[in-house]
């Protein structure tokens, strides 16, 4: 299995499964001398870590990370920094319960990638999806812990939007709200309505989606290339590879299609040394796939889970029919944990751009430029 590896200059390899002994990544690219313990890592997978409420699966992983290369001690500081290297990081896995998918190692569970893992490779880990599983993206938020540190300024929020039918109010919109529930939603009154919606979900074997929306502040202007580079796209394909993802949009997305040019169009008027001041952000911070400057704001759309235990019709290998009623822990929103993923993933994004910006052009001139 190939493909296993994003980023350009900062470049992310993961490896494992979700029943296997541990997770891994190799996070290669990293500048030297940025200060990185696995304390600064930790924070980021204790927000992604299962089983801290009843609305995400009750598999207990503590996901203690290990950097197992990349670093050392500064001997001017005497603190611990990327030595330039690649970096290595390690999860183990510790409360697997394999036994859980005994009764569907030759049958296919619908809305699952079995029967695609099965079909290309001739062989599938069932037990909990294997590579397939949410489990991976544990190695993303490691890497994005690091992508967050190398660029200067850097600021990386997530916040969950929607689930099912039931959205935020954007009006009551705070941050400080999204570490005060367990939804990671910025509005405390769709917060009560997402638990008493979600216990109901819980209570009756099913699972519901969700639309996350990440903003990132402090990103500098000129990041991304066209016409094959551009920002906006990688991030798109990122926020895609998040498993259970099936619709990404940047700025204001699908709903730009309802507006006219006049009011789509981010207008600008004379700024200061850092660029024009833009009077509405329609176009999420990228313009031409380069970032303008702006908040970079970006949503996907994640399905609901696929276990669930309502028996479902599908067909076993050797294509005889089958019904599939799936055993086991499992988050009745994945959408919840996708919160950290997706900053990761942005941040990663943000953060190889930022790198490949350095490396063609050096440091942006300086607004207004001068007369030619």
Not at 187 to 212: P, Q, T
């Amino acid at each position: 299995m190939s493909h296993n590896t994003f980023g350009h200059l900062f470049r992310v390899t993961t490896f494992g499964e979700s029943h296997g002994p541990l997770i891994g990544a190799v996070v290669d690219g990293v500048p030297p001398r940025i200060p990185l313990t696995e304390a600064d890592i930790q924070a980021e997978l204790d927000r992604r870590r299962p089983g801290q409420s009843r609305y995400t699966t009750q598999r207990q992983e503590p996901d203690q990370v290990r950097i197992v290369s990349g670093v050392f001690t500064d001997l001017r500081t005497g603190g611990q920094v990327t030595t330039g290297t690649p970096v290595g990081l390690i999860i183990d896995n510790v409360d697997q319960r394999s036994k859980d998918y005994g009764d569907i190692r030759n049958t296919y569970r619908p809305g699952h990638a079995d029967y695609v893992y099965d079909a290309k490779y001739g062989i599938r880990d069932y037990r909990g999806g294997g590579r397939s599983s949410a489990r991976e993206t544990a190695m993303r938020v490691a890497a994005g812990a690091i992508a967050r540190k190398v660029v200067p300024g850097l600021s990386v929020r997530g916040a969950l939007v929607q689930i099912g039918p039931h959205v935020i109010d954007r009006k009551r919109w705070d941050w400080d709200e999204v570490a005060r529930n367990p939804f990671f939603t910025p509005d405390a009154v769709a917060a009560e309505v997402f638990g008493n919606y979600l216990d109901g979900i819980r209570k009756s074997g099913s699972s519901v989606g969700a639309v996350i929306e990440i903003v990132a502040e402090g990103v500098p202007v000129g990041l991304g290339a066209p016409l094959y580079g551009k920002l906006d796209a990688d991030i798109a394909a990122l926020l895609m590879s998040i498993n259970a993802v099936k619709g990404v949009e940047i700025g204001e997305g699908f709903a730009a299609a309802a507006l006219t040019g006049e009011e789509n169009a981010d207008e600008m008027r004379p700024g200061n040394q850092g660029g024009p001041t833009f009077l509405t952000n329609h176009a999420g911070g990228i313009l031409g796939g380069i970032s303008t400057g702006q908040p970079i704001v970006a949503r996907f759309a994640v399905k609901p889970t696929s276990s669930i235990l309502t028996p479902r019709r599908s067909v076993d290998r050797s294509g005889a029919e089958a019904e599939v009623l799936t055993k086991g822990r499992h988050d009745p929103c994945v959408g919840i944990r996708a919160v950290p993923v997706g900053e990761a993933m942005v941040a990663c994004a943000i953060a190889d751009h930022y790198l490949r910006h350095r490396g063609q052009v050096g440091e942006s001139p300086e607004w207004p430029f001068p007369d030619h």
